[in-house]
């Protein structure tokens, strides 16, 4: 496996926010966000098992028990595998319960059907809704052998609508296409399994990084490849090979009493740290909310009439290019006042065992961004829309 230690994201989104010049980082309230959001991942004990704590998650068994024959370490691989080759486009013209949404009922179990309470689920939650739901009735829908070669209306049964919504999910084609094409990957070269890709790579290379396994998917399934050209140079932002990586790393983080003694079992040799936010339509939208991204008047007026952008466009490349470099910048604001945090109390009183103790990182930023994106949309706080692309790759 060819060793590289730095992630090709952070070069080409510098490159990429001075080239295009459109969206630009306001410095003071970069270090205002960074502080508030330092703050807060205190003051709520946010780390990287906050992820175990989402009720829509599938959960691998702890580091403790871990074993590669577990059924549930290869079920939550093949789950996150699954989600995050899907994990794009779910942004809708439709208000309310007229978009796109994946109704649950709240209790599988319970045999009651009259009067039952639902749950209807929206935007990227639709997507682990309709999987979760597939899996509940007994659809094998996250093995690879079975996306691959499943009939169309199989998938698009298991993607039916909640009944209130006036649309399918978007891109149901694309979707279609890459389970096929990754599906096939798998079955053919991996034994039918992301575990197996993730054991591969960890025979060929024991202290296996998050970095390594960025860019070896990246290598492996074309519809990872999240790279755009802009004036003729090659942008990297691969933000559904991150996502994969980092979801994975969160899933399978071990619990505060074992961490020390206990490597990860995927990644042993570390480095979430190398990398970056995961650039997709959310994450810019709450950057701009908070004052860390100033967009030009121009860039507002088309954002707030809901344009359509061209992927590729300056203004795309812009936005995303502009929020790993902020929030590469966020992560050495909030570096620094921990490690002033540390001069003023003495390291031994610096969090007690709360995110404090847990390195920081721009994936860590990036989910507390993301998660406080959906409080405030859960809110109904007035944002600018976040910029419109139909695409596969966010
Ligand atoms: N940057 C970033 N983008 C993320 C996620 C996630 C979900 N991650 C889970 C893991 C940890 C978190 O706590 C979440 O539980 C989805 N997305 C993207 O958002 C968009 C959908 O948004 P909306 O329409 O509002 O649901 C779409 O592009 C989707 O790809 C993230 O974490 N970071």
């Not at 205002?32 to 098992?49: C, Q, S, V």
């Not at 829908?141 to 999910?169: G, L, M, N, Q, W």
């Not at 802009?230 to 980092?246: H, M, P, S, T």
Request: glycine content about 6%; aromatic content about 10%.
């Amino acid at each position: 496996m060819s060793e590289m230690t730095v992630n090709p994201v952070i070069e080409s989104s510098l490159w990429a926010y001075k080239a295009t010049d459109v969206v630009k980082l306001n410095d003071s309230s970069l270090k205002a966000a960074a502080k508030h959001i330092h703050t807060r991942m205190l003051a709520e004990g946010y780390n990287p098992r906050t992820w175990r704590t989402q009720p829509l998650h599938m959960l691998p068994p702890e580091a403790e028990e871990f074993s590669w024959d577990d059924p549930r370490t290869t079920a939550s691989l093949d789950w996150i595998f699954l989600i995050s080759s899907l994990n794009f486009n779910f942004w809708s013209e439709k208000c309310g319960s007229e978009r796109y949404g994946v109704q649950l009922r709240e209790s599988w179990t319970s045999g009651d059907k009259d009067g039952e309470k639902v749950q209807v689920f929206t935007g990227y939650c639709s997507l682990v809704a309709a999987i979760n739901r597939a899996l509940e009735e007994d659809i094998s829908f996250i093995d690879p052998e079975f996306y691959s070669t499943c009939p169309d209306e199989t998938v698009a049964h298991i993607f039916r609508p909640a009944p209130r919504s006036k649309e399918p999910i978007p891109l149901l084609k694309e979707r279609i296409a890459i389970m096929r094409e990754n599906g096939r990957i798998l079955v053919e070269n991996y034994g039918g399994s992301f575990a197996n890709f993730i054991q591969d790579l960890q025979e060929e290379k024991p202290k296996l990084t998050a970095l390594d396994v960025v860019m070896k998917v990246t290598e492996v399934f074309p519809s990872f490849r999240d790279i755009t050209t802009y004036e003729g140079r090659e942008v990297y932002f691969l933000k559904r090979a991150q996502i994969l990586v980092a979801e994975t790393w969160a899933a399978f983080f071990p619990a505060p009493s074992t961490s020390n003694q206990i490597p990860h079992r995927i990644f042993p040799g570390g480095g979430i740290h190398q990398l970056t936010m995961f650039a997709d339509y959310r994450v810019p939208q709450i950057l701009h909310h908070l004052g860390v991204l100033t967009y030009p008047p121009p860039l507002l007026t088309l954002l707030e009439s809901g344009h359509y952008f061209e992927h590729g466009s300056k203004e795309e490349v812009s936005i995303r290019a502009a929020s790993v470099v902020a929030v590469e910048r966020v992560r050495d604001e909030i570096l620094a006042l921990r490690h002033q945090d540390k001069e003023t109390a003495g390291a031994a009183t610096s969090g007690g065992g709360s995110g404090a103790d847990v390195p920081i990182s721009s994936v860590l930023i990036d989910f507390y961004l993301w998660d406080a994106a959906k409080r405030i949309e859960d809110d109904g706080e007035i944002v600018v829309p976040a910029h419109r692309i139909r695409s596969i790759w966010y």
